[in-house]
C-alpha cells in the first residue's frame, strides 16, 4: 500500500493572501452596475476558506503519518515465515537415540556402578581360572563394545553438519531478509537453538568418548590385577609330585 502526500498549498494561500490586499484596499460598498460588493466580507471569506484548506491539509498529514505507523507496527509484529525446529528436534533426538544404544554399560549412574562392582572389582580369590577367563572376556567386549559405541555417536555428529549448514543458511537469510522486529528476533532466537544442538552433539561425542577411554583404562586396571592373582597362585606350591611305575609297552603279563 503506497501513501501519497498532499503537498502543502503555499502557492494558493500566498495567491488567497494577495487578493485579500487588493480587496481590503478597495472601497467598501464599492458598486458594479446595480451589484453591491463588499470587498472586507469577501476578503474575510476567503481567509475563512483558506484557513480550513490549511487545516484539512493538516488532517490528512496527521492521518498519513498514523496510517504509517500502523504499517510499521505491523511489519514489525509480523511472524517469520520459517521455522527450523522441527529439524534441530529431530537432530537431538537422533544423537539421544545413539546415546541409548550404548552396549552393555549404559549412560546410567548406578548400572554403572553394577557393572564396576561386580567386573571391574577386586578379583575372587575363590574364583576358578574358567571364572578369570570369563571375566575378562567380558571386560574386553565392554571396551570394544564402548568404542564401536563412541565411533556411532561420531558418525552421527558428523551427519548432522550437512543439515546444520543448511538450516543456518537459511536462517541467516531469514533474519537479514527480515520486514519487522519480530521476525529478526525470532530469526535469532532459531540461531541459538541451532548453537544449542550443535553444543549438545558436542557433549554427546565427548561423552561417548570418554566412556570408551573410561571402559579402556578400567579394563587395563582389573587385568593387572587378574594377573597378579594368576601369577600368585601359579607360585603357590601345591601337592607335591608322588611317583609311580609307569608301564611303556603291553608285555602281555
Keep these: 500500500m503506497t501513501i501519497r502526500h498532499v503537498r502543502p498549498r503555499a502557492v494558493f494561500i500566498a495567491s488567497t493572501m494577495l487578493a485579500v490586499s487588493l480587496m481590503l484596499a478597495m472601497p467598501a460598498h464599492a458598486q458594479f452596475g446595480r451589484i453591491v460588493f463588499d470587498p472586507s466580507n469577501y476578503a474575510q471569506n476567503i481567509l475563512t476558506a483558506a484557513r480550513t484548506l490549511e487545516q484539512v491539509n493538516h488532517q490528512i498529514t496527521s492521518l498519513q503519518n498514523e496510517a504509517t505507523m500502523l504499517m510499521n507496527q505491523a511489519r514489525n509484529l509480523a511472524s517469520l515465515p520459517f521455522s527450523s525446529l522441527q529439524q534441530l528436534q ?4 537422533r544423537t539421544q537415540q545413539l546415546l541409548s544404544q550404548a552396549q552393555n554399560i549404559a549412560f546410567d549412574v548406578q548400572r554403572v556402578d553394577q557393572a564396576f562392582q561386580q567386573q571391574y572389582g577386586n578379583v575372587s580369590m575363590s574364583a576358578t581360572d574358567q571364572q578369570l577367563v570369563a571375566g575378562a572376556r567380558s571386560r574386553w567386549e565392554n571396551t570394544v563394545g564402548g568404542l564401536q559405541d563412541a565411533m556411532r555417536v561420531q558418525a552421527g555428529v558428523v551427519g548432522n553438519i550437512d543439515t546444520n549448514r543448511m538450516q543456518m543458511s537459511e536462517l541467516v537469510g ?3 531478509n527480515a520486514t519487522g522486529a519480530l521476525q529478526a528476533t ?11 544442538q550443535q553444543l549438545s552433539d558436542l557433549v554427546a561425542v565427548l561423552a561417548a568418548n570418554g566412556r570408551a577411554g573410561t ?15 594368576q601369577r600368585r597362585r601359579f607360585l603357590t606350591p601345591g601337592s607335591s609330585y608322588t611317583p609311580g611305575n609307569a608301564r611303556m609297552f603291553n608285555t602281555g603279563n
Design 186 to 196: 525470532q530469526a535469532g532466537n532459531q540461531l541459538l537453538a541451532l548453537q544449542s
Design 215 to 229: 571402559l579402556t583404562e578400567a579394563e587395563r586396571a582389573a587385568a593387572a590385577q587378574q594377573g597378579r592373582e
Design 174 to 176: 531469514q533474519s537479514q
Design 90 to 93: 529431530q537432530n537431538v533426538q
